[in-house]
């Protein structure tokens, strides 16, 4: 094997995480919209909600509504991924697509990206005309634990706070753990409709109830946590609708492979990203919070 490793061979090799990112790695990129961005922060010009007036008189004046403009702030950030080869039959590895190099980049970078948009749901938003005013979710769209798992309930009540500010009915995501489901499946007060179709959300024959895409992710930080934070016994998760969340991509995957004369000649993976999400609309996010046994 050359001690140049080949152009084509690193691009093929990108190309395969690229795609098992988008196809395996993070589980709520397709449910977002993508935004591109130049520069470490970006912009997201917003119009804001107004009401028609009743005429009053012929050829009168036209009225000015003043319609409310306003912004939300993208910031980029970098995450990367490196790992060490030792022998050329495993870097001839690489560029199968089902490599295990491969897809445990693919996914680490997956998860990165779930973790961005996660974390940008439920955490502070920055407006204004630099993006400097911090926005928190605000209370009315929290749902407390009460002691309780992911009830039906609960559920109901999603789809109540969502129809009551005529979010749009379709994009609607529901992001919880596999504890949840188990949830559902043991909630006393379910119907027999509302527990087959539990039952059936389990077993991957269906993923949608009651107006709701449901997306279960398991997976973890970079810390050993899980990317659905809990406090203590109460795990928060999330619902959105898709036009309430952004994902900004500054840099989509860059890929190199190359040789490390300072580790023996091994052959060193490495590629980075930047990316930055941003709760765009509260009223299209809701904080749903669960207990769970200890």
Same mark, same amino acid.
């Given at each position: 094997?050359?001690?140049?490793?080949?152009?084509?061979?690193?691009?093929? @090799?990108?190309?395969?995480?690229?795609?098992?990112?988008?196809?395996?790695?993070?589980?709520?990129?397709? @449910?977002?919209?993508?935004?591109p961005?130049?520069?470490? #922060?970006?912009?997201?010009?917003?119009?804001?909600?107004?009401?028609?007036?009743? &005429?009053?008189?012929? %050829?009168?004046?036209?009225?000015?509504?003043?319609?409310? %403009? =306003?912004?939300?702030?993208?910031?980029?950030?970098?995450?990367?991924? =490196?790992?060490?080869?030792?022998?050329?039959?495993?870097?001839?590895?690489?560029? *199968?697509?089902?490599?295990?190099?491969? !897809?445990?980049?693919?996914?680490?970078?997956?998860?990165?990206?779930?973790?961005?948009?996660?974390?940008?749901?439920l955490?502070?938003?920055?407006?204004?005309?630099?993006?400097?005013?911090?926005?928190?979710?605000?209370?009315?769209?929290?749902?407390?634990?009460?002691?309780?798992?992911?009830?039906?309930?609960?559920?109901?009540?999603?789809?109540? !706070?969502?129809?009551?500010k005529?979010?749009?009915?379709?994009?609607?995501?529901?992001?919880?753990?596999?504890?949840?489901?188990?949830?559902?499946?043991?909630?006393?007060?379910?119907?027999?409709?509302e527990?087959?179709?539990?039952?059936?959300?389990?077993?991957?024959?269906?993923d949608?109830?009651?107006? #709701?895409?449901?997306?279960?992710?398991?997976?973890?930080?970079?810390?050993?946590?899980?990317?659905?934070?809990?406090?203590?016994?109460?795990? %928060?998760?999330?619902? #959105?609708?898709? &036009?309430?969340? &952004?994902?900004?991509?500054?840099?989509?995957?860059?890929?190199?492979?190359?040789?490390?004369? *300072?580790?023996?000649f091994?052959?060193?993976? @490495?590629?980075?990203?930047?990316?930055?999400a941003?709760?765009?609309?509260?009223?299209c996010?809701?904080?749903?919070?669960?207990?769970?046994?200890?």
């Open positions: 094997m050359s001690n140049e490793v080949e152009t084509s061979f690193v691009q093929q @090799y990108t190309e395969n995480v690229t795609l098992l990112t988008q196809q395996k790695g993070s589980k709520l990129r397709q @449910y977002v919209d993508i935004e961005i130049n520069g470490e #922060f970006a912009y997201v010009e917003q119009i804001g909600q107004t009401a028609a007036k009743v &005429k009053e008189s012929r %050829h009168g004046d036209t009225p000015v509504m003043n319609t409310p %403009h =306003g912004r939300r702030r993208l910031q980029l950030i970098p995450y990367e991924w =490196g790992d060490l080869i030792d022998t050329a039959d495993k870097v001839r590895m690489l560029i *199968d697509p089902t490599s295990p190099y491969a !897809m445990a980049a693919a996914m680490a970078m997956g998860r990165a990206m779930d973790v961005e948009i996660y974390d940008a749901a955490g502070t938003a920055y407006s204004g005309k630099k993006g400097n005013t911090a926005i928190t979710l605000p209370s009315s769209q929290k749902i407390a634990a009460n002691s309780q798992g992911f009830t039906f309930a609960k559920l109901a009540k999603l789809k109540m !706070m969502f129809d009551d005529d979010v749009e009915e379709n994009d609607r995501i529901i992001v919880y753990t596999a504890q949840q489901l188990s949830d559902l499946l043991n909630d006393e007060k379910a119907t027999s409709q527990y087959n179709a539990a039952q059936v959300l389990q077993r991957g024959e269906i949608e109830f009651m107006g #709701f895409k449901f997306v279960q992710v398991n997976g973890v930080r970079e810390d050993g946590t899980k990317i659905i934070k809990a406090t203590g016994q109460t795990r %928060h998760c999330l619902a #959105f609708q898709r &036009k309430g969340l &952004k994902l900004g991509i500054g840099q989509d995957i860059v890929g190199k492979i190359t040789e490390r004369a *300072d580790k023996s091994s052959t060193q993976v @490495y590629y980075e990203m930047m990316i930055g941003a709760r765009l609309e509260e009223n996010v809701v904080q749903f919070d669960c207990t769970e046994p200890s």
